[in-house]
């Protein structure tokens, strides 16, 4: 697993330097970060999840997406609500989803997630409307991000899944080969079911998580 300010990373811009903020990266506000599998966790069934994107000044970000996935998990009608600020929320059945690897024209790396039953939202077509806003790389310590500028998308995120649902962005930029997909290598976001063993497993599962998660496409 790895880990939706404007929410997630470019990993060409997190390669220019070793303090760079994730062009594109997911944030929950107070959630629990992880290192191995560079992701944040909630217990909650309700909470707020931030897609961030920065560093603007390398390009803008083109159709940028939320895409929410079930782990070991029957698509259930009602069972996941998502609304964007100052939105209507969208409540999805259990048709809406799909199973496979987002997006069709280019697919994320697997990261231990899919193939699975999910469903994605657009959050932006492009980014080059503001607000734009100092941001920062959202991990505990992590560099202050003043200087650099970008957007803030935030959501409301509703659910009765009783097991995992991961939470991945990814968006488009062009670069001289042209249009090509990136995704974050870090700062993915997954609910967790709160009983006692389920946190021991999980931190047993999240230092091979990190072994085998894939890091950003160069």
Same mark, same amino acid.
């Given at each position: ?18 303090? %760079? ?12 970060? !992880? ?8 217990? %909650?069934?309700?909470?707020? &999840? ?6 603007? !000044? ?11 996935? &079930? &782990?070991?998990?029957?698509?259930? !009608? ?24 987002? #997006?069709?024209?280019?697919?994320? #790396? ?78 993915? %976001?997954?609910?967790?079911? #709160? ?6 497993? &999980? ?16």
């Amino acid at each position: 697993m790895k880990t939706l300010v404007l929410i997630f990373l470019a990993s060409i811009v997190a390669a220019t330097s070793a303090f %760079a903020v994730p062009s594109l990266q997911l944030y929950i506000p107070g959630g629990e970060y !992880d290192a191995a599998s560079e992701t944040w966790y909630t217990t %909650a069934q309700d909470f707020e &999840l931030w897609v961030v994107a920065a560093g603007l !000044d390398h390009g803008t970000i083109y159709d940028i997406h939320l895409v929410a996935s &079930l &782990l070991g998990q029957t698509p259930t !009608d009602g069972a996941l609500t998502i609304t964007p600020e100052g939105g209507v929320g969208t409540t999805y059945n259990a048709a809406d989803y799909a199973y496979g690897t987002p #997006p069709e024209s280019d697919p994320m #790396p697997g990261h231990g997630v899919f193939p699975a039953d999910y469903v994605e939202m657009l959050v932006a077509g492009q980014t080059t409307s503001g607000p734009f806003v100092p941001v920062q790389d959202y991990v505990p310590g992590g560099d202050g991000g003043t200087n650099l500028y970008g957007q803030i998308f935030k959501f409301d995120i509703s659910t009765t899944y009783n097991g995992g649902v991961h939470f991945d962005s990814y968006g488009f930029y062009n670069d001289p080969d042209g249009r090509r997909i990136f995704a974050p290598f870090s700062h993915d %976001a997954q609910t967790v079911i #709160p009983e006692p063993a389920t946190v021991l497993l &999980l931190g047993m599962g999240l230092a091979a998580a990190g072994l085998v998660r894939r890091r950003r496409k160069k």
